[in-house]
């Protein structure tokens, strides 16, 4: 996994490329604390990542959870066909998000068909 | 009949059918190479000749069928695409399998080899090398599984340390997906903000509701070796239906919009306006939404269950061997037999209490005619569908672009009359495509659509069936007939003919106006023959035509063979008896009326003249004609004809009983029945009579 943070005077972009395992899942953290801690409005570029496991989806999950506490935005941008692969194997796709805010969509939350 | 010989029967018959299913599957997605439910019939078809096959010991059978079902395999999977000579070669071995069905031994070994060869050779081309191995490993393993598909649910919570244990809980996913249907639902409640969270613990916990047929210990085996590092519990959902299929009454909004109180529309505003309960649920804060939604998927998965099983049942049906329906056919004629003697003698009789037994029998008899019949009755479809090959065949032999379209194959006729049709209709077909339809070359000069048309129709119509063959080919040259019907010394150069009588002359043995012999038709045998079949069958056949336009072949048969509506007249002391569908009134005929017509046999019915013929006379019954008798008029072609008789008795239920060997080439005559007092009365084969004269 390799992870470049670019910042702009209103998003901050964090690319990863590579795969992202157990073995990245530290760095991940450290990277996601740094980029929460910049701007409000935070952006995960998963474009150019073959494969994830669970324990970086949890981190993902995590930080989006910690982004929301603090008033923040987090999201993801637009993943490879194979990353979503991926998320559906491990289940993560929802119609509704886990947190019991109003108004706050679930990283994992499908768009809502019209 | 041992055992295994029982057994092997029994895979013969199931083969028979799968075969006709995998050949009007083929034909189908030959149209349609991408329906991926047509693949999976095919490959089902495959699939089970294959394993029931090499149970039964037919291991020719199931080698060739394994190779087969590979390559369709691989089209299932979306690897490779349905290719025309894959449906060409597939239609080769479905008839080398039943060439092989029927003749054990005598199998034409090198085509065999050829075919298993071809497939291989797709099959490596597909996917190259690997894909024989993988086709291999998958197909030993579906093979083991015969339990019942049965829906699980599973809660999989993995222990927070089992990435230590360098075990990956979404491998375990990836295998239960493998198992059957899944629907998998993760729950990320649990996971802790970042700041906190260690990440390398697990928090993520799962729940699976899974549809598979390898049971529980097969859902085990994925977890073996997490079982310690993990909680894990599974539910059967549908133990033989008995926790799904509860019926669930309507709810209230169906019961109103059903008795008018409330209109759909109104029900669709309330039910928008209204929330769900999940959102009550989730908003109330009493359930996590990743909860109520996976309750939500556990709902939705067993709805699709119950749906699928609901249409097996509907499709659910018991083997019966044709030859028990017969027999039992058989006895219910002789029931109606017995049961008409009954009422007959209890109204004798006059006796009070045996009328009312008598009723009673006539009634459970009526019914259990009625449903016996009805058991017979089979959907003409199948036999629609084996015309499908036929016109593709014909048409590729002759070069010629031809579509066949079917209607109406759900109508249903006796089994043994859609057996018996078969061999005219195929040859009308033939008829069609060989002289009918013209080249492609041809038709685009007359300005018709490159690709010719059969269709096929058959519907209902009271007591009969009307089945049409049309087709848009060059219809029939009347100028070429009535030249070839002079030379036959058919007709007389000066004769007038209706369009009809001109037509039906092509049902004369050896008529033939076809300018060269095909392999395919044009001897002249056959319509004479095609004719015979269906007035054997007690139907009617009729031709029109539009020269370049096309022809129409409608064929009108009783819907059953074994018991027919009918009406009973008398001649002398001797009682006859026709199909009551031909009978258009009944006349009285007074000896002055006879002698109006000076000896001819016409009588004046309201101003038109109809010959009539004197059955009487015919049958040589004696001359003592009473004083008034009566004219059954009829009608057979379009003609009206009439029949003298001493006396119509009236309708009469009639099991038609086959005349013994020396009685077959009786002229007039085509069956017999027994009468409530047990005497015997002919069936008239009106059309015959009439064609006499």
């Known amino acids: ?114 | 009949m041992k055992m295994a010989e029982m057994h092997s029967e029994a895979f013969r018959e199931e083969a028979y059918e799968l075969l006709a299913v995998l050949e009007t599957s083929l034909l189908e997605l030959e149209e349609n190479p991408d329906d991926a439910e047509l693949i999976g019939s095919v490959f089902r078809s495959m699939h089970t000749i294959k394993g029931s096959g090499a149970m039964f010991g037919f291991t020719d059978i199931s080698e060739l069928t394994h190779e087969v079902e590979t390559v369709f395999d691989h089209i299932r999977n979306g690897s490779a695409r349905v290719t025309k000579k894959l449906i060409d070669e597939t239609l080769k071995a479905g008839d080398l399998i039943r060439s092989m069905l029927s003749s054990e031994g005598q199998v034409d070994e090198a085509e065999r080899q050829n075919l298993i060869a071809g497939f291989r050779h797709m099959a490596v081309s597909i996917h190259g090398e690997q894909a024989m191995e993988i086709a291999e490993n998958s197909s030993s393993e579906t093979e083991l599984n015969s339990e019942a598909e049965k829906l699980y649910r599973i809660r999989f919570k993995p222990s927070p340390d089992i990435f230590l244990t360098g075990a990956n809980p979404l491998h375990l996913l990836k295998e239960l997906r493998e198992l059957g249907t899944c629907r998998i639902i993760a729950h990320l409640c649990d996971i802790p903000s970042l700041d906190v969270m260690d990440p390398e613990r697990c928090y993520t916990y799962w729940d699976i509701i899974l549809s598979t047929s390898k049971g529980i210990n097969g859902i085990k085996d994925v977890f073996i070796f997490v079982e310690d590092d993990c909680q894990l519990s599974i539910d059967v959902l549908d133990d033989s239906g008995n926790t799904i299929d509860k019926p669930t009454y309507k709810k209230l909004g169906e019961i109103l919009v059903e008795r008018g109180d409330l209109t759909p529309e109104d029900m669709e505003i309330v039910l928008k306006n209204k929330k769900r309960f999940g959102e009550i649920l989730v908003e109330s804060g009493l359930a996590a939404p990743s909860k109520v939604e996976a309750a939500l998927v556990e709902q939705q998965q067993i709805r699709e269950v119950q749906q699928k099983r609901q249409n097996n049942e509907t499709a659910a049906s018991i083997r019966v061997p044709s030859d028990k329906l017969d027999t039992l056919v058989n006895l219910v004629g002789e029931l109606v037999t017995v049961q008409a003697r009954l009422s007959q003698t209890a109204s004798l009789r006059g006796d009070q209490h045996l009328a009312h037994i008598a009723e009673e029998v006539e009634r459970l008899t009526s019914e259990l005619r009625d449903s016996t019949l009805n058991i017979r009755m089979m959907p003409i479809g199948a036999t629609f569908s084996k015309f499908r090959r036929l016109v593709r065949d014909l048409s590729q032999q002759l070069g010629k672009e031809v579509e066949i379209l079917t209607e109406g194959a759900n109508t249903e006729l006796d089994k043994t009359v859609i057996e018996r049709l078969n061999d005219p209709l195929v040859h009308i077909i033939r008829n069609s495509v060989d002289h009918g339809i013209e080249s492609p070359e041809y038709r685009l000069a007359a300005g018709k659509p490159r690709h010719g048309t059969v269709c096929l129709t058959a519907e209902h119509s009271g007591d009969s069936v009307i089945i049409t063959i049309k087709d848009d080919g060059a219809g029939l040259d009347k100028e070429a007939i009535r030249a070839k019907a002079i030379e036959r010394n058919l007709i007389t150069e000066t004769a007038e003919l209706s369009e009809r009588e001109l037509f039906a002359l092509i049902f004369a043995a050896g008529f033939s106006t076809a300018q060269k012999i095909t392999g395919i038709s044009g001897r002249g045998v056959g319509m004479d023959v095609v004719k015979q079949s269906i007035e054997a069958l007690r139907g009617f056949i009729e031709i029109t035509s539009q020269k370049g336009k096309g022809t129409k072949i409608t064929i009108k048969l009783p819907l059953t063979l074994a018991i027919i509506e009918s009406l009973m007249v008398k001649i002398g002391e001797e009682y006859f008896v026709m199909p009551l569908s031909l009978v258009e009134e009944c006349l009285e005929l007074t000896l002055a009326d006879i002698e109006l017509a000076h000896g001819r046999n016409l009588a004046n019915v309201r101003g038109t003249l109809i010959p009539y013929i004197p059955l009487r006379e015919r049958f040589k019954l004696g001359n003592s004609n009473p004083g008034i008798q009566h004219v059954v008029v009829t009608e057979i072609a379009g003609e009206r004809i009439g029949l003298l008789v001493d006396s119509v008795i009236g309708e009469h239920q009639t099991v038609i009983k086959s005349l013994g060997k020396m009685y077959r080439g009786v002229q007039g005559v085509s069956g017999a029945t027994i009468l409530g007092d047990g005497s015997v009365a002919l069936i008239l084969d009106v059309p015959q009579l009439v064609q006499w004269g």
């Open chain 1, 1 to 114: 996994m390799y992870c470049s943070l670019e910042q702009s005077e209103e998003t901050a972009t964090l690319t990863i490329t590579g795969s992202m395992t157990i073995e990245d899942a530290a760095d991940l953290k450290t990277a996601l604390t740094t980029l929460l801690a910049g701007s409000s409005l935070s952006e995960v570029d998963l474009s150019a990542v073959d494969a994830i496991d669970l324990s970086c989806l949890q981190v993902l999950c995590s930080a989006h959870r910690a982004a929301v506490h603090s008033g923040k935005k987090l999201a993801l941008s637009r993943a490879a066909d194979s990353l979503i692969t991926c998320l559906e194997d491990a289940g993560f796709p929802r119609q509704s998000g886990c947190l019991q805010q109003d108004g706050v969509p679930c990283l994992w939350q499908e768009e809502k068909r019209p």
